[in-house]
């Protein structure tokens, strides 16, 4: 196995993508409806088609018992655009049923590959609280995007 290192000859840690899901899967509180309920998918590293499909997994797994679902990207350094149709398409299986699929994302490259990769209908934002606060309706989504 190779030794990574960065270019002043410290070790570097893995790339790899680390995958977090919270509150974990179980019954949601009793009297919140699943369209309310929220969920919190974290993920940190290198997002390649392997990671993405595991969030995907994880994402349908969360959407069991919460229909909003915050996929957290804050952390990510990079992502394989092959797999973003298939976020895409999670989203819209969500919003099919009455529920969400929203993003946190802080890093510009990563934004501009959701985007570019057929992502421009996902809701990004800068941080999970705002993206797990109230539920704004579409049509003033659509305004705000203006």
């Known amino acids: 196995m190779a030794d990574k290192s960065s270019r002043n000859g410290m070790r570097s840690e893995p790339s ?13 509180p009793l009297g919140v409806r699943w369209e309310d309920n929220v969920a919190t998918v974290s993920v940190r590293g290198d997002l390649d088609r392997e990671a993405l499909w595991a969030i995907d997994y994880t994402i349908g797994r969360a959407a069991a018992d919460a229909g909003r679902i915050v996929l957290d990207l804050r952390e990510v350094s990079h992502l394989d655009y092959s797999g973003v149709p298939e976020i895409v398409a999670r989203r819209k299986e969500l919003r099919s049923r009455g529920g969400d699929l929203l993003i946190a994302v802080r890093n510009p490259y990563v934004s501009n590959i959701l985007k570019a990769s057929g992502g421009g209908d996902l809701l990004l934002f ?8 109230p539920v704004v309706p579409a049509a003033k989504v659509r305004m705000l995007r203006k």
């Not at 995958?19 to 179980?26: E, Q, R, T, V, Y």
């Not at 800068?126 to 606060?133: L, P, Q, Y």
């Open 16 to 28: 790899t993508a680390v995958l977090a899901l919270k509150p974990a899967p179980g019954p949601r």
């Open 126 to 133: 800068r941080s999970v609280e705002e993206a797990a606060g």
